[in-house]
């Protein structure tokens, strides 16, 4: 299992991640107010600003710190490893 590092030592499965997406827009905004009345929002983001919003194939909606530029940087990492030698 990959484990991409989400910020502030936070990890998520990089099989189970479906986007990260910016939090700014009204639709995105609606689907983490769903998520938070149904007991889905994990916030992850350590009372900073929300810069991404992470959707799971668990229905899970993860909010983080970083921005999603940083995120999937990270998991293309994950998915391209770099040989050395």
């Known amino acids: 299992m990959k484990l991409i ?13 479906l986007t990260v997406i910016s939090p700014d827009s009204a639709p995105v905004k609606r689907l983490i ?3 938070r009345d149904r007991g889905m929002l994990i916030d992850a983001s350590y009372g900073r600003k929300t810069r991404s919003v992470l959707i799971m194939d668990t229905d899970h909606v993860i909010l983080s710190g ?19 030698g």
Do not use: Y
Not at 5 to 17: K, P
């Open 5 to 17: 590092n989400i910020g502030f030592g936070n990890m998520v499965s990089a099989q189970r991640l």
């Open 33 to 35: 107010q769903e998520a």
């Open 66 to 84: 970083l921005e999603p530029k940083t995120i999937a940087g990270r998991v293309s990492e994950e998915e391209d490893p770099v040989e050395e």
